[in-house]
């Protein structure tokens, strides 16, 4: 014969099913699926920007060298990863509203990057500085909407990882 306990567990059960099948959490794990390349296309670019910056100030690298690395490996990775960000979709809309701050800081580095390249081929060191500050403030903006999201990510276990591995 049933108890007391026993009919309230079956009574609560259906509660229970409705909370873990939170549509969000779905979401959010999807979410986190879709984006998981687009980081490692994030993450490669870094690791070139990195590399770049360590040639720097290797005389033997050549600022020609350099500028056509630049212009052949980071200019292309950084329109790849602005034009994939912008392939992910969510249904949720505070979500997707974070997902657009995050697409779009990452166009306005890309588009920071081509201002770095315009600015190096004309020989202009105020275009050139102005296209680093312009870069900063990508980089800011999109540490802020990783902060977002993944704070919103966080309340259903998944988070975005700026630095996956590949």
Not at 81 to 101: F, I, K, P
Request: aromatic residues 6%; negative net charge.
């Amino acid at each position: 014969m049933p108890t007391t306990r026993d009919a309230i567990a079956l009574l609560a059960l259906p509660l229970l099913m409705a909370c873990a099948a939170d549509p969000m959490a779905q979401e959010a794990l999807d979410y986190q699926s879709a984006m998981a390349p687009v980081m490692t296309q994030n993450a490669a670019l870094g690791a070139e920007f990195l590399e770049m910056a360590t040639k720097l100030n290797d005389e033997s690298f050549g600022p020609d060298r350099l500028a056509k690395r630049w212009h052949r490996k980071v200019l292309p990775l950084s329109e790849e990863v602005a034009s994939s960000v912008n392939q992910v979709s969510t249904a949720d809309a505070e979500l997707s509203a974070r997902h657009q701050a995050l697409g779009q800081a990452w166009q306005d580095r890309a588009q920071a990057y081509t201002e770095i390249d315009q600015a190096w081929t004309a020989g202009d060191p105020s275009a050139m500085d102005q296209a680093f500050q312009a870069n900063v403030q990508a980089k800011l903006a999109e540490e802020a909407a990783l902060a977002d999201l993944n704070a919103l990510l966080g309340a259903y276990g998944v988070a975005l990882d700026p630095f996956p591995e590949p």
